[in-house]
């Protein structure tokens, strides 16, 4: 658990941060009026540091606390403290002790952080023992209704009364964040004082990133006045250093925030984080037209009340997805049958996938398995499909799924399919090999009420005159847009996590066979194709030579002949057999420096280089994670290749090997200044025995370019050639950074 938001600070780049978000609120260095503070050093004892105002309270000045032990104070206290010390928990302890000032009551709260005992002083306005047990039975009471409540929206409104109840605050807002950090107001409860919020939206800046890390370490959270009237800290010589006050209730807040209260009508706020799965789901936000604190005594019952609500909507998420798995399962179970019963797994896949896709709801669906795609319903192009996974599987960020709303906003490429493709939910299922489970949607038009304009211009605080963010305006304004999708529902997400990965692995494992008899057959019918011209030229050249064998000279042809057409057969066999037994391979995989191995291929190619009169030339190629000796083969394939067909009478023949990076990949690009490959032939070239010069004097078995595709699959790579390129022919390997276990 992240414990002080200095770690957010740290972990964040400040280029992921706008203005708002920069600034360390946990470093304010003061306190809210109302409150009053002690800073201990637990090592020792002391007290090293004390909030200006604390006299009032304790009728001691500072100057007589500082460096003192806490028991010139309370030695009550300093008990009550001392059997705290060895406690390893972050938590606000109400102490058994309070001070009266001026007709005001004050608990004494504290806790220890950061290597600094904290003890603060919070006014308690309502500080009768029955009222606190009064709230204590409403609070139970309500946390009944709402885990028996019918609908989770019945229970959030539930939830909103009982806080406004417990706390007394004019409104309290119920607060779901939505995927961007924008929010909206799903339940109130309010007096006549405040003007209604429900349904209304808010924008991400509302609550600054630092702002929203804070609500995930601590659960709550007051402001008692929106005036700035706060205190300084004194400290005591030597110990002046930054307080790092994150947990500290009575800490002041920023100026940013008391104007935005200033401007929605609040004199007072209180509020309490909603959290689900460990992540920041909503708040729970109170706001009061008078200043007030909200006594340390309701703060956990508020939380209390909180963490039943996320129960519920917790228990209404796991019966969604239960009914929804439910779903899932059955259509399993009758696909599984079929299969049993056809035996034809083309066929199955070819009604499972429209199945899919209407069962997330979706537009479109695609089902990726090897170099295989099926498709269901409005989807882009295949192509764009592959790129797609390509890159999600850069922006994973750790998740096991890849889900959007507006992929066009964080895609670039994606938005010319922006009509079949706005929101994406991409699910790698692991089986044989990786399958990809990519749902679409279109986008839907969409009209959301606005508190106030998101794009309102920046405005300057007349008290402070510092900068806001905030708009001062929160007026309904009606936005109607249409670049989003619907929402993937949380059940929606965890089924397609869910989704039968044991009727997948059977799918697979069809395929996989499938394709591996497709393989042999296609390997059986080429090695019997490509291997009978040869042999053909073979015989047909022994049948001359005895029919010529009075004639030396014929002899002599023919027999060169024959020796021509056993070279070619030599190259065949040690083709095939090479692509054979690569198809079968799983090398040793070794950090190497590509610039050195495309170096040892030009020394190999060295006498075939002077020959062409070519000149290569290696840029500055990237380590990898790689088989050497197989991406040696691949560099004198390429480069083998363009010395053979890329000459030109009119023109020195120029190679060059460079590279690029893209996300998590390594693109090494190979291009010469020949005559290029024509788009039409650019897949084609990469077919075993595929040759688009079928000139003799051009040396090779036309395997070349199937053998690199195979080395370049065996480091779950690709190899193309690049139809882009109008200067010559330009070849991309693309290797991954990280080789996966």
């Not at 703060?299 to 909180?306: K, R, T, V």
């Not at 088989?627 to 120029?654: C, E, H, M, Q, T």
């Amino acid at each position: 658990m992240n414990l002080s938001l200095s770690r957010f600070f740290e972990s964040t780049p400040a280029t992921n941060l706008d203005t708002c978000d920069r600034e360390p609120v946990h470093m304010i260095g003061m306190i809210q009026k109302g409150t009053g503070l002690l800073v201990l050093d637990p090592a020792d004892g002391r007290i090293v540091g004390v909030s200006e105002n604390l006299h009032e309270i304790l009728g001691k000045p500072a100057d007589a606390l500082l460096g003192a032990g806490i028991g010139v104070l309370s030695e009550d206290i300093a008990e009550q403290l001392a059997e705290l010390a060895d406690s390893p928990h972050i938590s606000h302890e109400i102490l058994d002790a309070q001070f009266e000032a001026d007709g005001a009551i004050y608990d004494v709260v504290t806790h220890a952080h950061a290597g600094r005992r904290f003890v603060e002083f919070i006014r308690n306005e309502a500080p009768s023992a029955s009222l606190v047990r009064k709230r204590m039975r409403r609070c139970g009471s309500a946390c009944s209704q709402i885990m028996g409540a019918l609908t989770f929206e019945e229970a959030m409104q539930v939830a909103a009364n009982a806080v406004r109840d417990l706390t007394g605050m004019s409104r309290v807002k119920v607060y779901r964040f939505l995927p961007d950090w924008s929010g909206a107001t799903i339940a109130e409860s309010r007096d006549d004082r405040m003007v209604p919020m429900l349904g209304m939206h808010f924008p991400d800046t509302d609550i600054p990133k630092q702002v929203r890390e804070l609500m995930t370490i601590v659960p709550y959270r007051f402001v008692g006045s929106v005036q700035d009237e706060n205190v300084p800290i004194r400290a005591l010589a030597g110990h002046a250093g930054e307080l790092d006050m994150t947990w500290s209730m009575g800490r002041a807040v920023s100026v940013m925030h008391t104007a935005y209260l200033r401007n929605i009508g609040a004199s007072s706020s209180f509020s309490c984080s909603l959290m689900d799965k460990g992540k920041l789901w909503g708040l729970i936000a109170c706001h009061h037209v008078e200043e007030a604190i909200v006594p340390s005594d309701s703060w956990a019952l508020a939380q209390e009340i909180g963490t039943a609500l996320m129960l519920r909507y917790d228990q209404a998420q796991r019966t969604e997805t239960a009914d929804m798995i439910s779903q899932l399962r059955r259509i399993e179970s009758n696909f599984a049958a079929e299969l049993r019963q056809t035996g034809d797994v083309e066929d199955v896949i070819k009604t499972l996938v429209p199945v899919l896709q209407k069962f997330l709801r979706a537009d479109g669906f695609a089902f990726q398995y090897g170099l295989n795609l099926h498709t269901s319903g409005e989807t882009p192009p295949p192509e764009f499909i592959r790129d797609l996974i390509r890159w999600t599987k850069d922006n994973l960020t750790g998740e096991d799924q890849f889900q959007t709303i507006s992929l066009q906003s964080i895609y670039p490429d994606s938005v010319p399919y922006k009509d079949v493709a706005c929101g994406v939910l991409v699910q790698p299922i692991v089986v044989h090999r990786v399958c990809q489970l990519i749902w679409f949607r279109g986008p839907i038009t969409q009209k959301v009420t606005w508190a106030g304009r998101p794009d309102a211009k920046m405005v300057a605080d007349e008290k402070t005159g510092v900068t806001l963010g905030p708009r001062t305006s929160f007026d309904k304004w009606v936005n109607e847009h249409n670049d989003q999708s619907l929402p993937w529902e949380e059940a929606e997400l965890q089924a397609a996590r869910e989704i039968f990965q044991e009727f997948l692995d059977i799918i697979s494992s069809q395929l996989l066979l499938k394709e591996e008899n497709s393989s042999l057959r296609r390997f059986a019918h080429m090695a019997a194709h490509d291997l009978k011209a040869p042999l053909r030229g073979i015989s047909s050249a022994l049948q001359w030579m005895e029919e010529d064998e009075a004639d030396p000279a014929s002899v002599e042809e023919h027999r060169h002949l024959a020796a021509q057409q056993a070279k070619k057969l030599q190259r065949l066999t040690e083709s095939l057999l090479e692509l054979a037994v690569l198809q079968e391979q799983k090398p040793k995989m070794v950090t190497v420096d590509l610039g050195e191995l495309a170096q040892q291929a030009v020394e190999l190619l060295g006498h075939d280089i002077a020959a062409a009169g070519a000149d290569v030339q290696i840029g500055g190629l990237p380590s990898c994670v790689a088989a050497p000796d197989l991406l040696i083969r691949v560099f004198l394939n390429l480069i083998g290749n363009a010395l053979k067909y890329g000459r030109s009478a009119d023109r020195a023949l120029r190679i060059a090997v460079t590279s690029e990076e893209d996300g998590s990949w390594h693109r090494i690009l190979i291009e010469d200044n020949g005559p290029g490959i024509p788009p039409q032939y650019a897949e084609q070239i990469f077919e075993p025995s595929q040759r688009l010069v079928t000139d003799d004097k051009a040396e090779g078995s036309g395997f070349g370019l199937s053998i690199c595709a195979e080395i370049a699959k065996l480091h779950l790579g690709r190899i193309y050639a690049d139809k882009t390129f109008e200067a010559g022919a330009r070849f991309v390997l693309e290797l991954p950074k990280a080789q996966p276990q």
